[in-house]
């Protein structure tokens, strides 16, 4: 990785490396070997959770249902009973939609199917001129079944939201990791009081990998880069999914990373330029009007702090790189920070999804391609 890093000219400019959680990767950015923080993929500690979940009862749900669904959409003559019953009973024409074993979301887009369209689907199972009694046997869903995917609708609802939201490809900064995480935490994946066995035994299973994997138990999370990130993120500046006293601490670490981030512009001289130019323009309106005629900002970095924190958040559909834009001049050593920071992706999917469309170009029947026209092609399909 060094390697490559000196191969392209990047020393010195690597902020962080997002990775998956594999041991031989996570032992490579070890900050012994790298100079540039570790990042763990949040969508694959997102999809490790969910089959820590899935490996329990609720497979047996899946197959169950995949099974069913695989009946339908194989049979014709099972598919046109299908809609026959929708239209009586006023559902919607909807077709059974199967899960895939690579897309986890899929089973989430399962079970609201067949939650949609139970009635329908017991109808033409019942119907023996249609399914036989044989196949209705091995087919029809036991009530717990019905009962477990209508439970765990809501909780994978909000596990393929988070991962839509966090696996998208534009304006996702690592920022959002921990605001979603407790989220999923505190409101998700909290248990309710008419939770069965069943669904508390899943929650309690999806809670384990975004729980370990952020060190949240520890406390040390607040010092990592996706809580510094959020900090500096004006929709969730005040971290309201903290403990006062957490809050605190990462207040206290932000302070600490602006301070050296204030000594270094000091050494390189960066910002000179800009400062001169900003007094020379202010220089003959302050002769006119007189030195004190404006109020002089507090200096340091606990002062801008204090004034970035008072500043109303944005809604949370506005993108902090544009707000930083507008107001970092406002915040200097927090702006710097945040270019460093914000810039950091949550997840790695965006390069996976790079692998993925490799494959589909280089093919048995495009053999003769040459690298070059393999890297010309990808950059065209990233970047229409």
Not at 3 to 11: D, F
Not at 121 to 137: E, F, G, M, P
């Amino acid at each position: 990785m060094n390697g490559a890093v000196e191969q392209w000219g990047l020393e010195g400019r690597v902020i962080a490396c997002v990775h998956d959680n594999a041991a031989n990767i996570v032992a490579a950015n070890s900050p012994t070997r790298v100079p540039w923080i570790s990042v763990a993929c949040f969508a694959h500690t997102l999809q490790l959770a969910i089959n820590d979940g899935f490996a329990l009862y609720l497979y047996r749900v899946i197959s169950a249902a995949s099974k069913l669904v695989s009946h339908f959409n194989h049979s014709t003559t099972a598919t046109k009973a299908l809609q026959k019953k929708q239209e009586q009973m006023g559902l919607a024409t909807h077709r059974l939609t199967q899960s895939c074993k690579t897309r986890w979301n899929s089973v989430c887009e399962m079970f609201d199917r067949l939650v949609e369209q139970r009635w329908a689907v017991v109808a033409v199972l019942s119907d023996r001129t249609v399914t036989k009694l044989q196949d209705a046997r091995i087919l029809e869903l036991k009530d717990e079944y019905w009962q477990l995917m209508e439970d765990t609708q809501p909780v994978l609802s909000a596990l393929k939201c988070a991962t839509t939201v966090m696996s998208a490809e534009k304006d996702v900064s690592i920022s959002n990791t921990y605001p979603v995480t407790f989220g999923l935490i505190n409101i998700h994946l909290m248990r309710s009081e008419g939770d069965g066995p069943r669904l508390i035994q899943d929650k309690s299973a999806f809670l384990s990998h975004p729980t370990n994997e952020c060190k949240i138990e520890a406390g040390e999370f607040v010092s990592f880069a996706p809580m510094i990130s959020s900090m500096l993120d004006p929709r969730h500046k005040h971290l309201g999914f903290l403990t006062p006293t957490q809050r605190l601490a990462a207040n206290a670490k932000l302070v600490e990373l602006g301070e050296a981030v204030g000594t270094d512009r000091a050494d390189t001289g960066e910002g000179s330029a800009n400062t001169e130019v900003a007094t020379s323009q202010s220089s003959a309106m302050a002769q006119l009007l007189g030195d004190h005629y404006t109020t002089q900002c507090e200096a340091g970095i606990e002062a801008e702090l204090q004034n970035f924190l008072r500043e109303t958040p944005p809604p949370l559909n506005c993108t902090p790189t544009d707000w930083w834009k507008v107001n970092g001049i406002r915040f200097p050593a927090l702006a710097e920070l945040a270019r460093r920071y914000l810039c950091i992706p949550a997840t790695s999917v965006p390069s996976e999804r790079v692998f993925s469309a490799a494959g589909l170009t280089v093919t048995r029947l495009r053999s003769r391609l040459t690298p070059d026209h393999v890297n010309m092609l990808l950059f065209l399909n990233k970047n229409q």
